[in-house]
């Protein structure tokens, strides 16, 4: 039985038991990543959740690179291998990754068509486990959802604290962005009242202790999303202004932390009375099942993007949230 030539380094055959094999396509995923080096932390999860699968990856890729080798990823399996090519775009700079999403999306076309997981920095998992932990809170301890209810993202101007605000936003609060600068405050609000097509969302300067008390006076959650190893939230001010404070989250492991006196493995722990919290490190735990779950889509999907919508619609079914 003769295996077509370009086929035969990655194909798998199997006898179909009518004496005649038909390839079974080895994954293969292919991560587009804008860092220097692109990152081990999507890759080395890929490896253990898939390790049949054929790993390569790019670092430094830019939009126009994306162009070509998408292009190149889509033809030489053909129309039932490209079904098993997936592409996974990741690193820092979340607008360059949005722009390599776009020339994708252009890109490609039926039937050559790859399904595409998004979640640069982690943002898309990240966000999508911070809120939907918050919102299980809110209702397991009786408080309702998110719909009307005032919630401060701290730092929100950052990749997760923007999903985060976006999130929150479409779940229906009403949501204040906090930064150390106006105009980046109101451009990330700006930007996702666009995306969710209603003003839902504030921006606020708040470069102090007692700014960011004021922010939270009237905040029913409150989900700190600062940078690694930057405290934003000290107890005395949780306790001075956080008054109406129900649920309270923090995603920064890094010491100090985000939220002072909030452990990093908390879950539904109450902080203050009635003030009930979840740690950086019980999100990312979460964080790493939603990643797994959007894998798990995307692999078996034959097309579509994998983002924060659909990492968000895993997060809650993981959570038994309707
Ligand atoms: N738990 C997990 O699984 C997980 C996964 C991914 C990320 N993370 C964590 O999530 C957090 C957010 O990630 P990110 O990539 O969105 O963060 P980021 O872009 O590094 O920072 C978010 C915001 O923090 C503010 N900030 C930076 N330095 C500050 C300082 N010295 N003082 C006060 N504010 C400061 C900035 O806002 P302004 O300049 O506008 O004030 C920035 O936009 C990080 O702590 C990261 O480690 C956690």
């Known amino acids: 039985m003769l295996l077509p030539i370009n086929l035969k380094r990655i194909d798998i055959y199997l006898n179909?038991?009518?004496?005649?094999?038909?390839?079974?396509?080895?994954?293969?995923?292919?991560?587009l990543d804008t860092d220097k080096h692109a990152s081990p932390f999507d890759i080395l999860m890929a490896v253990d959740l898939y390790p049949d699968a054929q790993i390569v990856y790019y670092s430094n890729v830019e939009a126009e690179?994306?162009?070509?080798?998408?292009?190149?990823?889509?033809?030489?399996?053909?129309?039932?291998?490209?079904?098993r090519t997936k592409i996974f775009i990741s690193g820092y700079d979340v607008e360059k990754?949005?722009?390599?999403?776009?020339?994708?999306?252009?890109?490609?076309?039926?039937?050559?068509?790859?399904?595409?997981?998004?979640?640069?920095?982690?943002?898309?998992?990240?966000?999508s486990a911070t809120v939907a932990k918050a919102l299980s809170l809110l209702l397991e301890k009786g408080f309702g959802g998110?719909?009307?209810?005032?919630?401060?993202?701290?730092?929100?101007?950052?990749?997760?604290?923007?999903i985060v605000s976006?999130?929150?936003?479409?779940?229906?609060?009403?949501?204040?962005?906090?930064?150390?600068?106006?105009?980046?405050?109101?451009?990330i609000a700006t930007r996702i009242n666009e995306e969710l097509g209603i003003e839902r969302?504030?921006?606020?300067?708040?470069?102090?202790?007692?700014?960011?008390?004021?922010?939270?006076?009237?905040?029913?959650?409150?989900l700190s999303t600062g940078a690694a190893g930057v405290q934003l939230l000290s107890k005395r001010v949780l306790e001075e202004y956080g008054g109406r404070c129900n649920v309270i989250a923090?995603?920064?492991?890094?010491?100090?932390?985000?939220?002072?006196?909030?452990?990093?493995?908390?879950?539904?722990?109450e902080v203050l009375p009635e003030v009930w919290g979840i740690g950086a490190?019980?999100?990312?735990?979460?964080?790493?099942?939603?990643?797994?779950e959007l894998f798990k889509k995307a692999m078996e999907a034959k097309k579509g993007v994998f983002d924060y919508k659909i990492a968000y619609q895993v997060a809650k079914s993981l959570l038994k949230i309707p």
């Open 146 to 162: 998110f719909d009307g209810k005032k919630v401060a993202v701290l730092a929100g101007t950052g990749p997760v604290g923007r």
């Open 250 to 269: 923090d995603i920064n492991a890094i010491p100090p932390l985000g939220v002072e006196g909030l452990k990093p493995t908390d879950d539904s722990v």
């Open 97 to 127: 990754a949005e722009a390599i999403l776009e020339t994708a999306k252009k890109v490609m076309f039926p039937p050559f068509e790859m399904a595409v997981i998004m979640d640069p920095r982690g943002a898309h998992t990240t966000g």
């Open 166 to 187: 976006h999130l929150c936003g479409m779940e229906g609060a009403e949501v204040i962005i906090t930064s150390r600068s106006q105009e980046r405050a109101t451009s």
């Open 16 to 31: 179909s038991g009518d004496g005649v094999s038909v390839p079974s396509y080895k994954p293969v995923i292919i991560f």
């Open 201 to 222: 969302v504030k921006g606020v300067k708040a470069a102090t202790p007692e700014m960011i008390g004021e922010t939270i006076k009237d905040a029913h959650v409150i």
């Open 65 to 83: 690179d994306a162009k070509k080798l998408v292009q190149d990823a889509m033809f030489p399996r053909g129309p039932k291998g490209v079904k």
């Open 281 to 292: 490190l019980t999100i990312g735990t979460f964080k790493n099942e939603i990643e797994a």
